[in-house]
């Protein structure tokens, strides 16, 4: 797959201002300059690919912000090893960034087309350590519970219960809450019943939906 130095150059600088702007891991940010965002969009839109801004994919959705997917990447704190549930697969490219982190990657989309086109492109740039599942995210993935991390990609309407119950305790939920606008929840569970909440600002996702589409 095309990958170009030109492509390197132009990811390693909206990486670094991105480094400089906020306080990402150094671990996440060098991650990041390994995943080629330009192949998760459309032709037409991989001139627009190194640019800090939400793309367009197919079936309507969106692929988020530059930024977006450093924060919430960052948020998740997790460790080499560690498995992690992604709710949203959407283009792929966050997916691909958990696995350059050496995560056990499971990840979950509501459309079959970006759930197909995911699984081609992960496979094309050899990441083994990931499982995608087409399927409804608000049922999670019970066989492979419980996870330590579960990051959430598209807008909640409020903590999903039985994602709750599928993280493991001393595990962490990176979730935007909200319709128009979502709050960033991370959720720390402490024991079987309860966990802890923190907000880490505001943004804007495409919304969690309910069903499969085929
Ligand atoms: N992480 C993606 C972002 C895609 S946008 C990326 O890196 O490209 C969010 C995605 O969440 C959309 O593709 C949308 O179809 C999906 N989604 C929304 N509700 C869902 C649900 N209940 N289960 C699984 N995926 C869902």
Redo the contacts with the bound molecule.
Sequence with gaps: MADSLFQQNLRNKVMDQIALNHFISEEVISAMKNVPRHL?VSKDQQHAAYRDEPLP?A?G????QITT?AIQTDLLKMKKGNKVL??????????AILCELGFEVYS????KK?HLKAKEILSNLEYENIVLVH????DGLLQFAPFDGILI??GAPEIPEKLLEQLAIGGRMVVPVGEKLQEMMVVEKTDEKDYNTTGAGYFR??????GIVH
């Design positions: 998760f994919i079936s959705q969106t692929i988020s997917v992604e709710i949203g697969t959407g283009s792929g490219y966050q997916a979950i989309e509501r459309h970006l399927g409804d995210g608000f990609t598209c996702f495409v919304p969690m939906l309910k």
